[in-house]
Structure formats: structure tokens, C-alpha cells
């Protein structure tokens, strides 16, 4: 949560965007990375130089005695036409150099910082941009995810190959569900934003802060009052330390908790600033086709059973060049279709034991193909389906209305029963303006999933007519491995009762007469 006052500085700059002629709002975010980016090489060699001075200790430097221009520091009070030339012909190019080296930063940016282009065309509007990402508070490191998130919430399009950001409150849900540990290692195949990562990595800075280690920041508006729920109480922002997290794993969760694949480069460059901005140091994120054969040749250790927890929500729409694809997740499903092939890639990108949190289109659920059939087959048959849970179509708008549902599932073993819920209302209106709402099934979603026992699968408290409810294994097969919930939901209809058609005859005539005499009396008095 961030205050009114900076959620003024990003609507401000992203309208100076707009106006400015960059009217791609991907391109938006991009272009205000890059000089986020900017910004963040100089304070990180700042903070260098000013440890090297107190310690005696040399360190490598991100900036040479040639490039020392190249420093926010000694740049952003350029004239325009000077600032222009220096950011375009030199700052860009050195993006590129700038992901060679062996710092935390190269690291992070090295494989998609290189194809880095200036989209500004207008000089004064990278002054005012320069001048608006300057009064960011980016050396706050409690503030800039949420910053960063704010300004993600800002993509309203889908991409060409149906991806898009998958809403804040459903992420939560999914990793509240999953409840991933300190030494878990975690991925998203398809990453996009990397809103699934990012809100992992939250959800564990919560688990593992202690009472003391929470710090309570008052909220303002944008004059300076301060913020107020319903019951007039002030609101706060939640700090959390993660003083739980020794060194150790501190180590493991900045260099090889969180890995994140794309295609998109741009999506990459996203990602990767949203990750550093929440305070990961070096997140493992590369440019490839999680689906391709190169994935497993490159990175033979996270394409097989090299995974804890997956959360995703892989694109929807398309299909691809079969000879492309990896064999071995064809072997599991033989198809063209994104949407199955993610899941088929996903059951063995995990670990034996691992377990998977993702979205798919309904589609997956109850189609009738062979391929359709096969995947949820697998699912069911050679692993532990252990839930099912149904989305109402409006949680995707303004993006799109497809209907949804989060599979969640561990690899290995098999299945008795699954367990369903029908998620109604996600605190949103299902419109395209989304509005908050009162009525919210996720906290009820989570606390369920939490506390579901198996042992009432086969009584009477298995109520199929309520929001949550088991199904069995021997169901499921014999129809089909249909994973739909309305396949299995019990609908109770309430018998309506209606009067005697003579009766509600009697009672028109009656109105009809009433009508008549007061036509009468009015036409009297005329």
C-alpha cells in the first residue's frame, strides 16, 4: 500500500507519458523502468564507495573514469537537448555493457538489457520524466514494490499471446494456499510482471517477521490527512522485516528461491526491475521458451524436477510449432494448445512432491479432445490432484471474460478424491470497472483449502450443494476425467408457488374495473 501522495506522482507521470505521445502503456512502464534502472546503478554504486570509504576495501566499480557522466547524479540536471543526446547515444548503449559485469545488477539485467532502446522522442518529456523518477523514493526499500506494483496496475491490455496480469488478490490466495517455506525453490514458467514471485517473496517476509519486526507506517492523503477506514480508525502500512531469515537463507532467497522464464523481453525487463524493487538481489530470470527443446538444454536442472512450488497463469490463446515444443512434454500430452502444454510442462518441471498452483480456462477442464482428456488424465491417474477451484468470468476484465479455475495439484502418487469450490465473489464487481464490493469467497476460499478433510468425502456432511465439497476418483473417470464443477455441484430449485390462473384473472378484471371508475371520476370532474 502506498500513500495518495506518491499514487499523485505516478498518475502525474504516467499522464506527462500519454501526453507526451507514448500511448502503449507496456511501453509506459518500460520506458520508466529503464530510467528507474538508471537511478538505481548510481545509488548502488553510492552506497559502494561510501562502505568502500569507511572499510578500506575496494569494490567494482559499475562506472569507469570515462563514464562517471553517465551517473544519474551528474546527468539528471542536464538542459534538454544535452540530457537527450547523452541518454539516447550513450546512457542506452551502456545499459548493454552495464549486463557484462559481474554485479548484482549485470546479473539481473544481462541476458535482455542489451536490446534497450529509448522510445522518448520528445525532449522535454524525458527532463520531466528524469525529473519525476528523481523524487521517487527508491531508496526506500519498504516503499518501491508496492510503487512498482501501483505503476504495473496501470496495464490494462492483454498481450498478442493472451497473457495478462493476473489481479493482486488472486495471486495472494494461490500462495496462501501453496504456503511456501524458506528453503523453497519457486517458479513461474511464465512470468510476465512477475506479480506471482513478487508476492511469494511477500508472503514469506510476513511469515518469518516477528511481532517486534513489524513497523507500522500511518498513511496520507494527497494534502497531507491522514488516511481513515470505515470505522474512522487510521490506516497503516505494514513494514515487515523478515528478522526471522538468518543470513543463510537470506543467501538462498535472493539467489535461488525465485526463477522466472519469458519470451518477451520487455515482460523480462519488467519483471526483473519488479523483483529488485521488492528486494530481491539477484532473481533468477531468463528470456526463453519454457515450452521449446532449448529450455531443457539450458537449464536442464529447473526443466525437470528441479522445482518446489509453481504458481502460474500461463498464456491462454494460440498454438504452436509442434516441432519446436520439447518431446517429453509432448509425450505427456500430444497437442498444440498453450494452455495444455503449460500444464503438461509444469507436472515435470516439479520435483516429486512438489506441488503447483495454476490457472487455466475452463476450457481444460471439460474438453472433449483426446489431448484434453490425456492432460487431465495425467493429472488425476500419476499424480495427486488435490483441488479444483472455479473463478467467476468477470476477475480477468478489463482484460478479458473468460471463465477460470485454479488447478492445484502435487506430483506423484495418485488420487481418491478432489476437492471443489465455487468462487463467487472475489471482492470486485465482475464488470469492467471492478469495483470494490463487500462480497469476497477468497478469505473463505483459503481458510477451507486449509482446513479440508477428506475423511467427509464419503458422509453426509459431503454436501455437494454448498461452495466446497469432494468428489471422488471413481466420479471423475467415469466421466471422462470431467473436471468441471457444474458436472458435479447439486443445484437445489425452490418449488415456486403460483395462484390459480382464474384467481390472477379475477384479481386483472378487479385492477381493470379500479382503473375504469377512476378514468370516469377524473373524466367528471373535466
Known amino acids: 500500500m502506498i500513500t495518495g501522495q506518491l499514487k499523485s506522482k505516478i498518475d502525474k507521470l504516467w499522464e506527462e507519458f500519454w501526453t507526451g505521445g507514448i500511448t502503449n502503456p507496456l511501453t509506459v512502464v518500460e520506458q520508466i523502468t529503464f530510467l528507474m534502472y538508471a537511478r538505481m546503478l ?33 546527468f539528471r540536471h542536464l538542459g534538454a537537448e544535452e540530457l537527450y543526446k ?26 535482455f538489457m542489451k536490446d534497450a532502446q529509448l522510445m522518448i522522442q520528445k525532449q522535454s518529456l524525458l527532463v520531466k520524466a528524469v525529473e519525476m523518477v528523481n523524487d521517487l523514493p527508491l531508496e526506500n526499500s519498504d516503499t518501491k ?23 493482486r488478490h488472486i495471486i495472494r490466495a494461490m500462495v496462501e494456499m501453496m504456503d511456501p517455506s524458506i528453503t523453497s525453490r519457486i517458479c513461474d514458467p511464465s512470468t510476465g510482471t512477475g506479480g506471482f514471485l513478487t508476492n511469494a517473496y511477500e508472503f514469506l517476509l510476513e511469515k518469518y517477521t516477528s511481532a517486534e519486526g513489524v513497523e507500522r507506517e500511518p498513511l496520507y492523503d494527497t494534502d497531507g490527512n491522514p488516511l481513515l477506514d470505515s470505522n474512522g480508525k487510521p490506516l497503516e502500512n505494514l513494514l515487515y522485516s523478515g528478522d526471522l531469515i538468518d543470513p543463510e537463507q537470506r543467501t538462498h532467497i535472493d539467489t535461488d528461491m525465485f526463477h522466472g522464464f519469458d519470451f518477451d523481453a520487455t515482460m523480462l525487463r519488467v519483471a526483473a526491475m519488479n523483483l529488485v524493487m521488492h528486494g530481491i538481489k539477484q532473481p533468477d530470470i531468463h528470456y526463453q521458451d519454457t515450452l521449446s527443446q532449448s529450455f531443457a538444454e539450458r537449464f536442464p536442472n529447473e526443466a525437470k ?23 517429453e512434454v509432448l509425450r505427456k500430452v500430444k497437442t498444440k494448445k498453450t494452455e495444455l502444454l503449460f500444464v503438461a510442462l509444469i507436472e515435470r518441471m516439479l520435483r516429486v ?18 489431448a484434453h482428456q490425456q492432460l487431465r488424465q495425467l493429472l488425476v491417474d500419476n499424480n495427486q490432484l488435490e483441488a479444483v477451484i472455479s473463478l467467476p468470468s468477470g476477475v480477468f476484465k478489463p482484460y478479458a471474460g473468460v471463465s477460470t479455475a485454479i488447478l492445484i495439484f502435487t506430483k506423484g502418487g495418485t488420487t481418491d478424491h478432489v476437492w471443489f469450490y465455487d468462487v463467487q465473489a472475489d471482492g470486485f464487481s465482475l464488470d469492467d470497472k471492478r469495483t470494490p464490493i463487500k462480497d469476497n469467497d477468497l478469505p473463505d ?37 470431467d473436471l468441471s464443477i457444474n458436472r458435479y455441484k447439486e443445484v437445489v430449485y425452490e418449488e415456486e408457488q403460483y ?24 373524466e367528471a370532474m373535466l
Open 445 to 481: 476460499l483459503v481458510a477451507q483449502f486449509k482446513a479440508r478433510d477428506k475423511a467427509v468425502a464419503e458422509t453426509e456432511a459431503n454436501d455437494k450443494t454448498q461452495k466446497a465439497f469432494w468428489v471422488s476418483k471413481d466420479d471423475i473417470t467415469s466421466n471422462k476425467y
Open 145 to 167: 514494490g508496492d510503487l512498482y506494483e501501483y505503476l504495473l496496475s496501470k496495464l490494462t491490455t492483454a498481450g498478442i499471446n493472451g497473457q495478462f496480469r493476473t489481479p
Open 499 to 522: 395462484d390459480p390462473p382464474k384467481e390472477i384473472l379475477g384479481k386483472l378484471v378487479s385492477l381493470e374495473n379500479e382503473i375504469l371508475a377512476d378514468l370516469k371520476e377524473l
Open 353 to 370: 512432491g512438489g506441488r503447483s498452483a495454476t490457472i487455466v480456462p475452463d476450457g481444460v477442464l471439460f474438453g472433449s479432445s483426446k
Open 42 to 74: 548510481d545509488m548502488s554504486e553510492q552506497a559502494d564507495e561510501k562502505r568502500s570509504a569507511r572499510t578500506n576495501k575496494p569494490f567494482t566499480r559499475r562506472f569507469n573514469d570515462d563514464e562517471q557522466h553517465l551517473r544519474w547524479q551528474n
Open 305 to 327: 524436477e528441479g522445482m518446489d512450488i509453481i504458481l502460474a497463469n500461463p498464456p491462454f490463446k494460440g498454438s504452436l510449432d509442434e516441432e519446436d515444443v520439447c518431446p
Open 86 to 111: 547523452l541518454v539516447k547515444d550513450e546512457l542506452f548503449p551502456y545499459f548493454s555493457k552495464a549486463g557484462d559485469d559481474e554485479s548484482t545488477e549485470g546479473a539481473i539485467f544481462n541476458e
